[in-house]
């Protein structure tokens, strides 16, 4: 896949307040906001560049400017991801 890749995206075609309710959700445990990025997840998984889009967000964000859910993975969950790439590096 190109730099393009966000022309495949799922999400691009899910209403805009809709995505921005979604894939922004709060990370905190209320069920709402539960149910919220389960769908977001929900729609990453069928996404077609799922992959690219990962790996994006892992190369460019930083953890001052880390939100929502990429490539499937919410904002709290590639704090971990980028922990575990350090950590190999290291190693
Ligand atoms: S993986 Fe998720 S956030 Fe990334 S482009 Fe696809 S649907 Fe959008």
């Given amino acids: 896949m190109t730099q393009d890749w966000w022309n495949y995206a799922a999400c691009a075609d899910v209403d805009p307040n809709t995505a921005l309710s979604i894939f922004f959700a709060d990370e905190n445990k209320s069920a709402e906001n539960m149910q919220k990025i389960y769908a977001a997840k ?7 560049v799922q992959e690219d889009c990962l790996k994006d967000v892992m190369a460019h964000e930083t953890s001052e400017g880390r939100y929502g859910i990429w490539g499937g993975y919410t904002a709290k969950e ?3 991801l980028h922990r575990d790439q350090k950590r190999r590096h290291v190693a």
């Fill in 42 to 48: 929900t729609i990453c998984k069928s996404c077609p």
């Fill in 78 to 80: 590639r704090r971990a």
